[in-house]
C-alpha cells in the first residue's frame, strides 16, 4: 500500500493558491487588485478508483467539502465510516466546494487516495488527480499553505520618531503580532529600509491598529518596523520568519570573500523568494511573474535541484484556459512559459508533469499563434504588453526580440511533442520564421539584428542581439558579427536591469568572456553589498546616493529591495565557472566544463540528475568527484568519462 495523500482536481491546488497570493498586495492602506485574469479552481469534481481489497475491511472518506460517495450500488455520505467486502470495487466520491477547492483523503488497510485516482469536473475527461508529499494525514488542509515557522528577534530597538524602531539586521518575511491596549491605536510602518520604515506617508505597508483587531497580521516583508503609539515601548511586539524547508543542494566558494558573501545573499535572496510560487519579490505586488519565473526556475536548478516550486509556478501561470490575454499580459512572458516547460523537462526528465500540463500549453501555444499578423510575427493586439526589458528599445511594429523568442517556442513545442510521441507540426513554422527574421531584421552594414524594420531608425540593441546568441538563433559568421558589433560594442546602450543583466552575462559566458561577468558580479552586486544591502535589489544604479536607491515607479519606496531575479550569480557561477550542465534528457549525461576565469581557487558543489558534483581548483590543480554516472570532464578540449565515485585530476593552464 503506498503513502496515503490528500487527492484534488488536478492543477486546483496551485490555481487556488496562486488566486489566493494575487488577491494579497497592499500599498498604502489599499487592497490592490492584481492586473490580469486569474483563474480560479473547479467547483465540484468527481475522484474514482478500480480496486481490489484483499480481506474485509473499512474507509473513511474524509473532506471539508460536500459531497457523497458511491460505492457499491449506494449513495454514501462522507466522513462516515463505510465497510468494504473483500474483492473487486468501483468507488466515486463528489464533492462541490464553492469557496475552496474540493478535495478528499482515504488511509484504510484496504483502500488510500494517491496518484492511481482520476478526477473530473464532469466534462467527461477524467485526468490523474493532483496530490502533493505535503499533504498526507486526515489533519492536513490542502488549502493551508504549510510553511514552517521561526521567531525572529530585533538586533536593535531605539527610540525615533515620537515611537519606537526595531531592526530585525535582516530582511525577512512573516506575521509580525502585536498587543494594542484598549482605546489606544497603534501605527504599524513596515520598511526594507530604516528611511521607509520612519515614513509613514510614503511606506508602501502601513496599518492603524485598535484592540479589535486581530493581533496576528498579515504575514509581509520587512527589515525594519515602527511602533507609533502611547508608550509605544510597552506596546509587545514579535515578529516571525515564514518558509519553506528547501535544502541547498549547491554551494560555491572562491578566493574572493566578497563573491563568497555575494553567494550567499543572492541564495538568501532566492529561499525568501521562493513560496507557494516563485515570486518576483516580497514586498511590493508578490505576484507570479512569468519572465521573473523564468529565470528562478534555472537558479532553482541548480541551487535547489528540487521541482516542487517549479511545477507549482507552472500550474499556476498556466492556469486554466481558455485564455483571454497573454500571461501577465505580456506577450514574451507567454513565450517563456512554454519554453521553460520544454527546459524544466530536459533538465528533470518528468514525463507525468510534462503529460499533466501538456493540453494547457498546446492552448497556450494556440493563443500565441492566433494573435500573430499576417507574416507570422509577433505584433501588440489590444491589451498586450511587448516588454522585453526597460530599456532603450524600438518597439515600432514586430520587434526582433520578440520573433526570437517565438521561434524558440517553436522549437520548444517541436521538443515536447516528440518527447510525448505526437506529431511535429512546429518545425517548419521554425524554419519559416527562421528566414524572414534573417531577411527583414538583419542589417548587414550594422552586422547586426536591428530591433524593428518598420520605424526607419535601423536601432540596434544589446537585448535583441543576446537572444539571437543566447538561444543559439546567430550561426556561423552572423553570429561572430552580432558578438563584435552588439555584445561587445561599448557605444551601445547598456542594460541597467539585473532582469535582462543576467541574460547578457549569460551571453557573455557562452561566447568566453566569463571573467567580464565575474567583474560585473563583483562590481554590481557587490556594490549592493556595499550600500548595506541584505538581500538582492530590484536594480541598483552605482551613481544613485542614499535614499535615492529606494524610489521606483513613481514612489520614494517602491523598489524591491528582495527580488528574486538578483539571484543570477548562483546560476552564473555553478553553470559557467563551475561548468556543470545537462546533456540529455534527465540529466542522465552531463558535462563538467570548468572554466576559473578570474579565480585562483574555488571548490563548488552542483547538483545535476539525482546526483551531484564536486568541483576543487587551486591552481594549476583541478579536481573533479561526481557522484552518478553519465558524466564527462572536459579541460582544454579533452574529454574525460567520469565514474562515479571516483577523483580525477586535472591541470588547468593560466589564461
Known amino acids: ?98 469557496e475552496k477547492f474540493p478535495a478528499c483523503f482515504i488511509d484504510s488497510p484496504v483502500l488510500v487516495t494517491d496518484e492511481r485516482w482520476t478526477a473530473e469536473c464532469f466534462d467527461r475527461r477524467p485526468l490523474p488527480v493532483g496530490c502533493s508529499p505535503m499533504f498526507t494525514s486526515e489533519r492536513d488542509d490542502p488549502s493551508v499553505f504549510p510553511f514552517d515557522y521561526e521567531d525572529r528577534a530585533p538586533e536593535r530597538i531605539e527610540d525615533a520618531e515620537g515611537g519606537v524602531l526595531y531592526d530585525f539586521g535582516k530582511e525577512t ?136 516550486v517549479t511545477e507549482r509556478t507552472v500550474r499556476a501561470l498556466l492556469g486554466k484556459p481558455p485564455y483571454r490575454t497573454h500571461v501577465n499580459t505580456i506577450n514574451d512572458y507567454s513565450a517563456y512559459l512554454i519554453i521553460a516547460v520544454w527546459e524544466h ?33 509577433v505584433v501588440p493586439r489590444h491589451g498586450d504588453w511587448i516588454f522585453i526589458d526597460w530599456g532603450v528599445l524600438d518597439k515600432d511594429g514586430p520587434h526582433c526580440a520578440e520573433q526570437i523568442l517565438l521561434w524558440q517556442v517553436y522549437r520548444s513545442m517541436a521538443r515536447l511533442a516528440a518527447a510525448l510521441g505526437e506529431e511535429d507540426v512546429y518545425t517548419v513554422r521554425a524554419q519559416a520564421l527562421f528566414g524572414k527574421i534573417n531577411s527583414r531584421f538583419w542589417d548587414k552594414e550594422k552586422g547586426a539584428y536591428l530591433d524593428s524594420f518598420t520605424s526607419g531608425k535601423r536601432f540596434v540593441s544589446r537585448q535583441t542581439n543576446v537572444f539571437a546568441v543566447l538561444f543559439d538563433f546567430a550561426e556561423g559568421k552572423i553570429r561572430d558579427s552580432v558578438i563584435e558589433n552588439a555584445i561587445l560594442n561599448p557605444d551601445l546602450p547598456q542594460i541597467t536591469t539585473p532582469y535582462f543583466k543576467l541574460y547578457e552575462l549569460m551571453a557573455l559566458c557562452r561566447i568566453g568572456r566569463l571573467e567580464t561577468a565575474q567583474e560585473y558580479i563583483e562590481s554590481y552586486w557587490g556594490g549592493m553589498l556595499a550600500e548595506g544591502a541584505t538581500s538582492v535589489w530590484e536594480a541598483y544604479d552605482p551613481t544613485q546616493r542614499g535614499a535615492e536607491h529606494y524610489a521606483m515607479y513613481g514612489s520614494d519606496f517602491g523598489k524591491s529591495l528582495c527580488h528574486a531575479w538578483g539571484s543570477g550569480p548562483i546560476l552564473l557561477l555553478s553553470r559557467y565557472c563551475a561548468g556543470v550542465f545537462p546533456t540529455s534528457i534527465g540529466g542522465k549525461t552531463f558535462r563538467v566544463q570548468p572554466d576559473p576565469g578570474k579565480y585562483r581557487a574555488f571548490e563548488a558543489q552542483v547538483p545535476v540528475g539525482n546526483g551531484s558534483v564536486r568541483i576543487t581548483y587551486s591552481a594549476p590543480e583541478l579536481t573533479v568527484c561526481a557522484d552518478v554516472p553519465g558524466g564527462t570532464l572536459v579541460v582544454e578540449g579533452r574529454e574525460t568519462a567520469l565514474e562515479p565515485g571516483k577523483r580525477y585530476s586535472e591541470t588547468v593552464p593560466d589564461a
Open 1 to 98: 500500500m503506498s503513502q496515503a495523500k490528500w487527492i484534488w482536481y488536478q492543477g486546483d491546488f496551485e490555481i487556488y493558491h496562486h488566486m489566493l497570493l494575487s488577491c494579497r498586495r497592499q500599498e498604502k492602506g489599499c487592497d490592490y487588485p492584481c492586473q490580469w485574469h486569474i483563474s480560479r479552481p473547479e467547483v465540484s469534481a468527481s475522484f474514482r478508483r478500480e480496486f481490489t481489497a484483499d480481506r474485509d475491511g473499512e474507509i473513511r472518506v474524509v473532506t471539508r467539502s460536500k459531497g457523497m460517495v458511491r460505492f457499491g450500488g449506494r449513495l454514501l455520505p462522507v466522513n462516515k465510516t463505510i465497510p468494504v467486502p473483500a474483492g473487486e470495487h468501483k468507488i466515486s466520491v463528489e464533492l462541490y466546494d464553492i
Open 173 to 308: 518575511f512573516g506575521p509580525v503580532t502585536v498587543g494594542v491596549p484598549e482605546n489606544a491605536p497603534v501605527t504599524l510602518v513596515y520598511g526594507e529600509s530604516r528611511e521607509e520604515a520612519l515614513d509613514p506617508e510614503n511606506a508602501l505597508i502601513r496599518e492603524t491598529l485598535t484592540s479589535s483587531d486581530d493581533p496576528v497580521r498579515p504575514a509581509r516583508a520587512f527589515r525594519y518596523i515602527f511602533v507609533k503609539a502611547e508608550n509605544a515601548r510597552r506596546i509587545p511586539l514579535r515578529a516571525a520568519y515564514e518558509f519553506l524547508p528547501l535544502e541547498d543542494k549547491a554551494s560555491f566558494r572562491c578566493d574572493s570573500a566578497l563573491v563568497n558573501r555575494i553567494w550567499d545573499v543572492c541564495a538568501y535572496t532566492f529561499h525568501l523568494n521562493s513560496r507557494e510560487f516563485f515570486l518576483d519579490g516580497i514586498k511590493r505586488d508578490r505576484w507570479v511573474w512569468s519572465g521573473d519565473a523564468y529565470q528562478s526556475f534555472m537558479i532553482a536548478r541548480y541551487l535547489y535541484n528540487d521541482p516542487s
Open 345 to 377: 523537462y530536459f533538465a528533470g526528465g518528468d514525463e507525468a508533469f510534462l503529460r499533466s500540463v501538456w493540453p494547457r500549453v498546446k492552448e497556450l501555444y494556440d493563443f500565441i499563434v492566433s494573435r500573430l499578423d499576417e507574416n507570422g510575427f
